[in-house]
Each structure stands twice: as structure tokens, then as C-alpha cells.
């Protein structure tokens, strides 16, 4: 799981430092804008649907908490 989220990270992101980052809004590496398109790759890589709810940034500050995201979602937390 986490060698996909880093793709759709650096296919968004190129120039991003996504594997060194603690807080991936904090470092400058997404936007709103980013967050949206990574959204978007999230739901259809792993067929699922990510209501506004968790639309927060601390569920897109670091590879884990994206993982754990997918997780909440897929199990309806």
C-alpha cells in the first residue's frame, strides 16, 4: 500500500520530498489543490470513497496517516 500512495504522491508532486517528511502540508509539499487530485487517485486506485468528512489535514500529513485514512474508510470507522 504504501509503495502506490507514494506513487500517486510523486505523480502529483514530482519535486516533493514525500519519503523525508514528517507533515507533507506543513513542508509545502501538497495544497489544497494537491490534496484533491490525491483524493481523486486514492479512490480509484483503491476503489473506494472518501466522503468531506475526512477531507482533514491530518489525514494527508504523511504516508502513514494516508495509509491509515484508506484503512478508515475501507472499514467504515
Known sequence: M?????EILYSIRP???FDHSDNF??????DSLDIMELVEGLEKT????????YIKGSHFSSLDSIMELIDEVKNGK
Open 46 to 53: 483503491y476503489q473506494i470513497e472518501i466522503d468531506l468528512e
Open 15 to 17: 519535486d516533493g520530498d
Open 2 to 6: 504504501r509503495e502506490k500512495i507514494r
Open 25 to 30: 502540508w506543513d513542508d509545502g509539499y501538497l
